[in-house]
Antibody, heavy 119, light 111 residues
Framework: EVQLVQSGGGLVQPGGSLRLSCVASGFTFRTSAMSWVRQAPGKGLEWVSTITGRGTGTYYADSVRGRFTVSRDNSKTTLFVEINSLRTEDTAIYYC????????????WGQGTMVTVSS | QPVLTQSSSASASLGSSVKLTCTLSSGHSTYTIAWHQQKSGKAPQFLLQLEDSGRYHLGTGVPNRFSGSSSGSDRHLTISNVQSEDEADYYCEAWDSNIHVFGGGTKVTVL
């Protein structure tokens, strides 16, 4: 079964840091671009970041560039995002998502993990 | 990057059909898009990928009540024989050079 299982998240103070993880199974991880997408409470989906299958290319939304770092460990079929300098507007459910290949749309989603930034 | 425009809401009676539209911005009419369904409190789920030709590819396990079609810059998702479980938010997605964009979503209510 193709699956993405997420962990991490929680309540963090403004200015804090957090790392989210997404463990993949059931498909050839190293050939699939992987992404993070977030959804603020009551809002729509917002693309955050993408990393290519080999990890050689990383891409970020303007709203997170310089604060978020996406990475992957293909030997452990795991995707990560390191989030620094957290702001209240980063409060959202964060989803990992798989693409069919590099430069393709999303075809599998993780279950999501909530990040709340509040003092 | 393309901008995707969706109507905010739609409704359909049980057993009827409903057609949702996602419009690509000027200069992006040839883009392939994807449609995703998100039920309340759940993660999104991929429904289908739709080319400018109108050819579409359903995701694994997606009922064939869901179909896609294209007309110029418009990408349509049609739900036939609407069921109560189809009540959800529907998002279209496009991508270019590993940058992804979403439409604002259409909330479908089943009457």
């Amino acid at each position: 079964e193709v699956q993405l299982v997420q962990s991490g998240g929680g309540l963090v103070q403004p200015g804090g840091s957090l790392r989210l993880s997404c463990v993949a199974s059931g498909f050839t991880f190293r050939t699939s671009a992987m992404s993070w997408v977030r959804q603020a409470p009551g809002k729509g989906l917002e693309w955050v970041s993408t990393i290519t299958g080999r990890g050689t290319g990383t891409y970020y939304a303007d709203s997170v560039r310089g604060r978020f770092t996406v990475s992957r460990d293909n030997s452990k079929t795991t995707l990560f995002v390191e989030i620094n300098s957290l702001r209240t507007e980063d409060t959202a459910i964060y989803y990992c998502a798989k693409s069919g290949s590099d430069e393709d749309g999303f075809d599998i989603w993780g279950q999501g993990t909530m990040v709340t930034v509040s003092s | 990057q393309p901008v995707l425009t969706q109507s905010s809401s739609a409704s359909a009676s049980l057993g009827s059909s409903v057609k949702l539209t996602c419009t690509l911005s000027s200069g992006h009419s040839t883009y392939t898009i994807a449609w995703h369904q998100q039920k309340s409190g759940k993660a999104p789920q991929f429904l289908l990928q739709l080319e400018d030709s109108g050819r579409y590819h359903l995701g694994t396990g997606v009922p064939n009540r869901f179909s896609g079609s294209s007309s110029g810059s418009d990408r349509h998702l049609t739900i036939s024989n609407v069921q109560s479980e189809d009540e959800a938010d529907y998002y279209c997605e496009a991508w270019d050079s590993n940058i992804h964009v979403f439409g604002g979503g259409t909330k479908v209510t089943v009457l």
